[in-house]
T-cell receptor
Framework: NAGVTQTPKFRILKIGQSMTLQCTQD?????MYWYRQDPGMGLKLIYY???????DKGEVPNGYNVSRSTTEDFPLRLELAAPSQTSVYFC??????????????FGPGTRLLVL | AQKITQTQPGMFVQEKEAVTLDCTYD???????LFWYKQPSSGEMIFLIY??????QNATEGRYSLNFQKARKSANLVISASQLGDSAMYFC????????????????FGKGTKLTVNP
C-alpha cells in the first residue's frame, strides 16, 4: 500500500514552460486535492475532485488545470509557468463519507522552481 | 477573516518537557472537525490528532493531546515529554460540516508553528 505518490520530486521550469505534476493514490479514496505551500505559509487549496470526472476550484486555481479520469489519478497541469508558481505542491486524498473525521493523506510533495 | 489562527510563529522547548501549540478557529457551523498535522524538515505532512466539535472528551494520541475549549474556539496541541524528533512545523486545520449537512470536504489550514526541541 503505497498511499499517495507524487512525481516528480523536484523540477526547475523556465518561465512560460508547461508541465504536469502527477499524483496517484491506491487507497480507493473518492476525494483528491492539490495544495500549494509557499515558504513560511500553510497550505492553500488549488483544486479538488470529488470523484472521477468531477473537479472544482479551490482558493488559488488561477494558472492551473486538473482532470480526473480515474479514481486513482489526479494530475495538475501548469500551462504557462510563472515565478509566482514557485512553491511546494502537495497532493492529498481522503474518503469523504458520512463522518467528518476522515483525515486527508498527503503525498511527499513536489518542489517546483520557476526561473 | 482567517478561519484558523496560529499566533506562535516559533516555539522552543527543552527535551523531555511539555509544550503547547496554540490554535484558534472561527466558524458558525455547529459541526466541524479540527486536525493537527506535523511537517518535519523532510517536507511530508503527517496526521497527528483529530477533535470533533461534538466530542465530549479531549482527543489523545500517545504523547499528543488536544486541549479543546469550545467556548473559546481554541484547539491547542499539547506534546508531552518532547523529543528531538518533534522538531518540525505544526499545522492546525479545520473542516466544517458533514456530508449529510452539505458540509465542506475541504480543509482550511493555519500558517503553522515551528517547534524546536533543544537537547
Amino acid at each position: 500500500n503505497a498511499g499517495v505518490t507524487q512525481t516528480p520530486k523536484f523540477r526547475i521550469l523556465k518561465i512560460g514552460q508547461s508541465m504536469t505534476l502527477q499524483c496517484t493514490q491506491d487507497m480507493n479514496h473518492n476525494y483528491m486535492y492539490w495544495y500549494r505551500q509557499d515558504p513560511g505559509m500553510g497550505l492553500k487549496l488549488i483544486y479538488y475532485s470529488v470523484g472521477a470526472g468531477i473537479t472544482d476550484k479551490g482558493e488559488v486555481p488561477n494558472g492551473y488545470n486538473v482532470s480526473r479520469s480515474t479514481t486513482e489519478d489526479f494530475p495538475l497541469r501548469l500551462e504557462l509557468a510563472a515565478p509566482s508558481q514557485t512553491s511546494v505542491y502537495f497532493c492529498a486524498s481522503s474518503y469523504w463519507g458520512s463522518s467528518i473525521q476522515e483525515t486527508q493523506y498527503f503525498g511527499p510533495g513536489t518542489r517546483l522552481l520557476v526561473l | 477573516a482567517q478561519k484558523i489562527t496560529q499566533t506562535q510563529p516559533g516555539m522552543f522547548v527543552q527535551e523531555k518537557e511539555a509544550v503547547t501549540l496554540d490554535c484558534t478557529y472561527d466558524t458558525s457551523d455547529p459541526s466541524y472537525g479540527l486536525f493537527w498535522y506535523k511537517q518535519p524538515s523532510s517536507g511530508e505532512m503527517i496526521f497527528l490528532i483529530y477533535q470533533g466539535s461534538y466530542d465530549q472528551q479531549n482527543a489523545t494520541e500517545g504523547r499528543y493531546s488536544l486541549n479543546f475549549q469550545k467556548a473559546r474556539k481554541s484547539a491547542n496541541l499539547v506534546i508531552s515529554a518532547s523529543q528531538l524528533g518533534d522538531s518540525a512545523m505544526y499545522f492546525c486545520a479545520m473542516r466544517e460540516g458533514t456530508t449529510t449537512q452539505g458540509g465542506s470536504e475541504k480543509l482550511v489550514f493555519g500558517k503553522g508553528t515551528k517547534l524546536t526541541v533543544n537537547p
